[in-house]
């Protein structure tokens, strides 16, 4: 079964056998989707989205009393059980059969408003998150809220906040988790934050007039291709459409020729001996935007075959049973062979010379270097890479290029692990390229990402792809402007990179608008929801064209020192990395609190402080911090340039006072102060002053 096509089944089904339960539907519609356990336990009461007494929507699901809100999300079983927070009843998520499976709640209520959730959750399983998913002109979008670092036997507090678009429709609340395990929901909660927008007062999004933007492709025609990743509702709306076809000159499929999309469940079980090695594929809902994409002239990048996400688990098992043995290497390599080689073949049957570039492979080193630990590593082996890119080559025609495409390749201890993989995989022949996906920040810095893609075209002498290019609109006064300045800045250096000669090919786009976007919340795309043009998208024209933003009269940094002691409401500390934070009495250096930044996965997870305000001044800060590692820092947060600004001995496990000075630049659009140390250990903070240094 494909997911967006189950998902979207799924979501109708569970909108149907909530009104299906108020009307009286048989028991059998229900027991089709999500099974249910015994009489007492069953969660077979679902109402829509209570509203508190002043009419304003609000879910607020414990799990005690007799009627929950909580829906079945895909084969699921859910029961009430006694091992909730503090003694109370908490939902139990079980039988999940994929990660997307989990628990659904409705929430059409909340539409066009700014919401936030709040949950306790438990589970095995290393991550759980907080997802909404809501279609946009009959586009189903699946975003996290929160991702929250479970895995441990108690549960987890799950903090997030949603921006839902006004033009959403069929929204739903639901929580996933990465893996397969159990889990345990109390206490969940969804609110209105900030002033709530009754369903009357919000406009549905007009399309702005697009006749007179200047064209992307037409700009960039003497450096490369421009590329945008659209759905099935881009090509259905004649105004998004439109806008594609003047703008860019390549595509990719945000989801639709992902392994998840076509590999089709129900006839690969049809018949299981004849199978076994061979998956069978149906590629329908692919098939509107690839027809669309031929009839306009469009190149087209494949994306993607070999890929731990979006891809079913239980093409990895023997029998296709996720309860049985996992295939063996043998079997593994017959299916993946099968796969590269069917998927090629159908392309090239029913659209011949469409595609210009395929992901082989998507994402197969891990963040902290080594190979992801997929399973397809799992049960093919280490070479299992090697092995994709050689049947890609045997397969595939031979004008279309094989790229490896990964995200957070421009840092240089992850770029070093992608070279030494595909080192031997170029040297056999069988690598034509690297996508460098572009999920990034305005933090990072444009000539960074130009070293690293310069370094991946000299060390492996392939071409250069910029994939899913989608920058988060950055948290400042001048938000809008200092994304597209960042824009303008990085497609200068990319116009400068190919002029000096890098085989820089294409730079795409990960989505058209930013209420199409993944990351809607970020706003991260060069066009709003009405396709009205951002900065960001003049920022990419005037990389060309050389004129400039009009930067935004603001008021005057404030320079006032930050003094946090932990003592009173609110805060300004935020987590970096997985780390959680929270204030407690069971240490403080000075007053009754002090702040704990524990749940780290990673020596630089920590605690972070914006020092924005303070750029092009120098400061003094201090701080107070106890912890049992041996040592801790105060570093700098410029995303590939973290500088130390102080290391201390912290092995006497006392409070240790820790200052420094510091000139912060004044090229960057953001910068936090934050605090580490070389290991996972907990770190309490105390008493952080940062000011300028002409005042102290
Ligand atoms: C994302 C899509 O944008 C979402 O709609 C989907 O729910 C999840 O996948 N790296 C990739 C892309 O290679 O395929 C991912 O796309 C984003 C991260």
């Given at each position: 079964?494909?997911?967006n096509?189950?998902?979207?089944?799924f979501c109708?089904?569970?909108?149907f056998?909530?009104?299906g339960c108020?009307t009286g539907c048989?028991?059998q519609n229900?027991?089709s989707?999500?099974?249910l356990s015994s009489?007492d336990?069953?969660?077979?009461e679902v109402?829509p989205?209570?509203?508190s007494v002043?009419?304003i929507p609000?879910?607020?699901e414990?799990f005690e009393g007799?009627?929950h809100?909580a829906i079945?999300?895909g084969?699921?079983?859910l029961?009430?059980?006694?091992?909730?927070v503090?003694n109370?009843?908490?939902?139990k998520?079980?039988n999940r059969?994929d990660?997307w499976?989990?628990?659904?709640?409705?929430a059409?209520a909340f539409r066009?408003?700014?919401i936030?959730?709040?949950?306790a959750?438990?589970?095995?399983g290393p991550?759980t998150?907080?997802?909404?998913?809501y279609d946009v002109d009959?586009?189903?979008?699946?975003?996290w809220i929160?991702?929250?670092?479970?895995?441990s036997?108690?549960?987890?507090?799950a903090?997030?906040?949603?921006?839902v678009?006004?033009?959403?429709e069929n929204?739903?609340?639901?929580?996933?988790?990465?893996?397969?395990?159990d889990?345990?929901l109390?206490n969940f909660?969804a609110?209105i934050?900030g002033?709530y927008?009754a369903?009357?007062?919000i406009?549905a999004?007009a399309s702005?007039d697009i006749s007179?933007?200047?064209s992307?492709?037409?700009?960039?025609?003497d450096?490369f291709?421009?590329?945008?990743?659209?759905?099935p509702a881009?090509?259905?709306?004649?105004n998004f459409?439109?806008?594609?076809c003047?703008?860019?000159?390549?595509?990719?499929?945000e989801?639709?020729?992902?392994?998840?999309?076509?590999i089709?469940?129900?006839?690969?079980l049809?018949?299981?001996?004849?199978n076994?090695?061979q998956l069978v594929l149906d590629?329908?809902?692919?098939k509107?935007?690839l027809d669309?994409a031929?009839?306009q002239g469009m190149?087209?990048?494949?994306?993607?075959l070999?890929?731990?996400?979006?891809?079913p688990n239980?093409?990895?098992?023997?029998?296709?049973?996720i309860?049985?043995?996992?295939?063996?290497?043998?079997l593994?390599l017959?299916r993946?062979?099968?796969?590269?080689?069917?998927v090629?073949a159908?392309?090239?049957?029913?659209?011949?010379?469409?595609?210009?570039?395929?992901?082989?492979?998507n994402e197969?080193?891990?963040d902290?270097?080594?190979l992801?630990d997929?399973l397809?590593?799992q049960?093919i082996?280490d070479?299992y890479?090697?092995?994709?890119?050689?049947f890609a080559?045997?397969?595939?025609?031979?004008?279309i290029e094989?790229?490896?495409?990964?995200?957070n390749s421009?840092?240089?201890l992850?770029?070093g692990?992608?070279?030494?993989v595909?080192?031997p995989i170029a040297?056999?022949?069988?690598?034509d390229?690297?996508?460098m996906q572009g999920?990034?920040?305005?933090?990072v810095?444009p000539e960074?990402?130009?070293?690293a893609?310069e370094?991946?075209a000299?060390?492996?002498?392939?071409?250069?792809h910029v994939?899913?290019?989608?920058i988060?609109?950055?948290?400042t006064?001048?938000?809008e402007?200092d994304?597209g300045?960042?824009?303008?800045n990085?497609?200068?250096t990319?116009?400068?990179?190919?002029?000096a000669?890098?085989?820089l090919?294409s730079?795409s786009?990960?989505g058209?608008t930013?209420?199409?976007?993944?990351k809607s919340n970020?706003?991260p795309l060069?066009?709003?929801g009405d396709l009205?043009?951002?900065?960001?998208f003049?920022?990419?024209?005037?990389?060309?064209?050389g004129?400039s933003?009009?930067?935004?009269s603001l008021?005057?940094?404030?320079?006032?020192?930050?003094e946090e002691?932990?003592e009173g409401?609110?805060?300004?500390?935020?987590?970096?990395?997985?780390?959680s934070l929270?204030v407690v009495?069971?240490?403080?250096?000075?007053g009754?609190?002090?702040?704990l930044i524990?749940n780290r996965?990673?020596?630089?997870?920590?605690?972070m402080i914006d020092?924005?305000n303070?750029?092009?001044h120098?400061?003094?800060f201090?701080?107070y911090?106890k912890?049992?590692?041996?040592t801790?820092?105060?570093s700098?947060n410029?995303d590939?340039?973290?500088?130390?600004?102080?290391?201390n001995d912290?092995?006497s496990?006392?409070?240790?006072?820790?200052?420094?000075?510091?000139?912060?630049?004044d090229?960057v659009?953001?910068?936090e102060l934050?605090?580490?140390t070389e290991?996972?250990t907990?770190?309490?903070?105390d008493?952080i002053?940062?000011k300028?240094?002409?005042?102290s």
């Open positions: 079964m494909k997911r096509a189950l998902q979207q089944c109708r089904t569970a909108i056998l909530l009104l108020m048989s028991s229900s027991a989707e999500g099974t009489e336990t069953l969660v077979t109402a989205v209570s509203e002043s009419g609000a879910i607020n414990n007799d009627s809100l079945p999300r084969d699921t079983v029961e009430i059980i006694p091992d909730g503090n109370s009843n908490a939902l998520i079980s059969t990660s499976n989990g628990v659904n709640f409705e059409d066009g408003n700014s936030k959730v709040n949950a959750i438990k589970s095995a991550a998150r907080i997802s909404i998913q009959g586009n189903t979008t699946y975003n929160v991702s929250v670092a479970t895995g036997d108690s549960f987890i507090t903090n997030g906040a949603y921006d678009p006004g033009n959403a929204i739903i609340i639901y929580i996933e988790g990465d893996t397969l395990d889990i345990f109390d909660t609110e934050d002033t927008i369903p009357d007062a406009a999004p702005v007179a933007y200047p992307l492709k037409n700009l960039y025609e450096y291709h421009m590329g945008v990743a659209i759905n881009i090509v259905s709306n004649e459409s439109s806008l594609v003047s703008q860019f000159d390549s595509i990719t499929l989801n639709n020729l992902k392994p998840e999309s076509i089709d469940k129900e006839a690969t049809a018949d299981l001996d004849a076994r090695s590629f329908t809902t692919a509107a935007e669309w031929a009839s190149t087209i990048r494949g994306h993607t070999i890929w731990h996400s979006q891809t239980w093409i990895f098992y023997k029998d296709y049973d309860n049985g043995e996992l295939a063996d290497r043998t593994m017959t993946m062979e099968n796969y590269i080689k069917d090629f159908w392309a090239d049957t029913n659209y011949p010379g469409l595609f210009s570039a395929w992901d082989i492979v197969a080193i891990a902290n270097g080594g992801r997929s397809w590593r049960t082996g070479d890479i090697e092995q994709a890119f050689a080559r045997k397969y595939a025609p031979a004008d094989l790229f490896y495409n990964d995200y421009y840092q240089g992850k770029q692990y992608i070279i030494e595909l080192e040297a056999a022949g069988n690598l390229g690297v996508g999920h990034i920040s305005t933090s810095k960074l990402f130009i070293k893609l370094k991946y000299n060390q492996l002498n392939v071409v250069i994939t899913e290019l989608d988060v609109m950055p948290n006064p001048a938000a402007y994304q300045a960042y824009h303008q990085l497609f200068s990319f116009i400068e990179a190919k002029k000669g890098i085989p090919e730079v786009f990960w058209l930013d209420t199409l976007s993944w970020d706003k060069l066009f709003r009205s043009a951002k900065p960001a003049y920022g990419v024209t005037y990389a060309i064209t004129e933003l009009e930067a935004p008021p005057e940094a404030d320079l006032s020192p930050i002691d932990f409401s609110s805060h300004l500390a935020v987590p970096r990395g997985d780390a929270k009495t069971d240490e403080s250096q000075n009754e609190h002090s702040l524990y996965k990673e020596n630089w997870n920590g605690g020092i924005t303070f750029k092009g120098t400061i003094t201090s701080a911090v912890t049992a590692s041996p801790a820092k105060i700098a410029i590939g340039v973290w500088p130390n600004l102080v290391v912290t092995s496990g006392d409070w240790v006072l820790f200052e420094g000075t510091y000139l912060v630049p090229d659009i953001a910068i934050y605090f580490e290991d996972t907990d770190i309490y903070v008493n002053t940062i300028l240094a002409d005042e």
